[in-house]
């Protein structure tokens, strides 16, 4: 289904400039390297500009409540310059801090793509929310059940944000305006390692690098491996009776062997 | 032994609120999660009181001396609403501003536990220290020939600060003014990994999050964990003969599977 | 071949004092653990100087441009106490910015060694550059080739700063004025991992630590310790069917399990 996006991204090998959180900076690196990117975590206001303008795409993580001067200067850049920006507002909805921070960088730049689980999405839409934490709220969960409100409320906010909008959870959800993949892969470990969400981020960053003009395709396309890659990894992990940080390196390394053909024979992808 | 503790905490599923440092910050999310809690690592001083009254418990890492500011914020709203305070004094004694930024702390909230290598501790006891590094300095190290002395000492600082001490080393020491826990568990190789330290404080935290009426119990079962684990995860990394990163892992992923049973058959616990 | 610079470094124990970015700041711990040493991560300008004077060798690592006023201080102090400094130019030559901070820095302090892939090293030598990213370009890559001249250039290099210049790529080189060591060593996977560089420097930070007399010899085995467990990492990986992740891992624990005999079997060294 995504052979073309992987293609490009593989040929590309796109830089990918995260200003990101320093919790799961180290995995969000490796697994673009894993994916076929390379990663720049540049993030001093007097360089991120420069680094911006080099490299294919930008990701910011909201993880990261400090460097807001530098990804404002780095996504103005890049709106000039025409890269994707993919911004994950991590635990938005958890603090003032965090809604403003959002607002803020939502006034000063287009995103390409918004990823985040289903509260904090709520709380981008809602411009405000009542997160605890940083893990989704157990009432907001996407089921079967509320799937086909959820899909269009998905688009509404791209149509607004005029973004791609990433829903991850037991359901992904991944939309514009027009189309939505619901994607059901992945495994509900991936919620017991810091970090999935993040990692889901900074490969969508990376297969938007490769795929500027697809970026709904891309972030599909990453999203798809992240969750086919969970459950490679997790039957990995039972076999060699490990734990959650075996998980995590199992699902890293099957994004590292990661091909088409694997995607094609474990992913299951609705278009709605 | 810690049955009730175990169950509290996993029932409980506590947000552990984090000001630590980045040099291990990404494991003790992971060893947070893989214990049952859920990890939040905010040290921006603009939302770190809404963070903490929305968590269960705060963990102070004193690696991080950039962020005193945000973690005075966050103790004395800590305080407020009584949620345990554990802090670690990493490094304390090892320069001046250690000393300063402890005694600033201190001053500010009161702690539930403080837990440190024994370096650490006779400097947090004397106000000042020799430590040179973070790793604690042969001279100091508790064995069974000076045993009752120190155990005797923790408890008179227990009742100095008002905290719960908890002393790291080949025995560890967990006691309050009127009971102590030993606790001979654990592996040498934890010392050839950075961060086992921090990874054992920020699990009682998630302990203490679950357990804020048993900080005691909750911190000796912390450390109990760690300590099985520390023994089973050496077993399991010799027999795939790997090294100190193997052994990390399986660390971490011992937590993640670990059950009262499994503690109750390896755990080697006298009290004092 | 390198016998009684890995003696003396297992023997002294060295405090690696490291100023680093918190992208790799783990990995870079974890390997100078593995290889004997004792890291601490300090970084706050008033306490580096007392930190730096503690320890046996000091590490700076340009991914982290922010903290370059305790970079200054502490460099001066170890200049003072005559402990060897190891500077990595990470991303040297990408932006405006990391080309004046390493002008600043050696401005203010002599380093023992300079470490970096062969795109960030011609940085240095030009006082400018064109890398991209944190990656060597293609063009520049060291190659049977250009071998010869390019040991020329780095002895040439390594006159002007008085410093050891290692350039870090398929082919190793690591010179002095007088002397290059060319190393044959590793696997292209080495690339696929964040931080191999990162920790090449904080790996020779150690060896350095333990013989600070010679530098040149000590830099040369670190080099070689990294190579040789690159190869036996990726034949475990291989074994095991995992990915860049199980290579790290592997990567790690083969330092932390290193001898002489293992290096002296397996290294391809050759002196120039």
């Known amino acids: 289904m995504f052979e073309a996006i992987f293609e490009n991204m593989l040929k590309s090998k796109p830089i990918v400039h995260c200003i990101t959180n320093f919790v799961t900076v180290n995995d969000c690196a490796n697994i673009i390297l894993a994916g076929g990117g390379s990663p720049t975590m540049a993030h001093h206001k007097d360089e991120v500009r420069e680094i911006t303008e080099n490299s294919q795409s930008l990701v910011l993580n909201m993880g990261n409540v400090h460097d807001v001067t530098a990804m404002i200067l780095a996504g103005k850049k890049s709106n000039e310059v025409k890269h ?3 911004i994950d507002p991590v635990g938005m909805g958890a603090s003032k ?3 403003e921070v959002f607002k803020e960088l ?3 730049m287009n995103f390409s793509v918004i990823r985040g689980n289903i509260s904090e999405i709520k709380a981008v839409a809602n411009g405000e929310g009542i997160t605890k934490g940083v893990d989704a709220s157990e009432a907001d969960k996407v089921t079967e ?3 086909k409100e959820t899909v269009k409320a998905a688009k509404r906010l791209s149509m607004e944000f005029k973004s791609v909008i990433v829903i991850s959870g037991a359901i992904d959800i991944v939309a514009d305006k027009d189309k939505a993949y619901v994607i059901r892969n ?5 919620a017991k390692v810091t970090g999935t969400g993040c990692m889901s981020t900074a490969l969508i960053g990376a297969f938007c690098g490769g795929n500027p003009d697809n970026t709904l395709e891309a972030a599909a396309a990453a999203v798809t491996a992240m969750g086919v890659s969970g459950e490679i990894a997790f039957k990995k992990m039972k076999k060699f009776e490990g734990g959650t940080m075996m998980f995590r390196m199992f699902l890293i390394d099957t994004i590292s062997n990661m091909t088409p053909e ?3 024979g474990e992913m299951n992808v609705e278009e709605m």
């Open 84 to 86: 994707p920006i993919v």
């Open 97 to 99: 801090l965090r809604n």
């Open 106 to 108: 939502s006034q000063n």
């Open 145 to 147: 059940h509320n799937l």
């Open 186 to 190: 992945g495994n509900p470990i991936m």
């Open 262 to 264: 694997i995607i094609n």
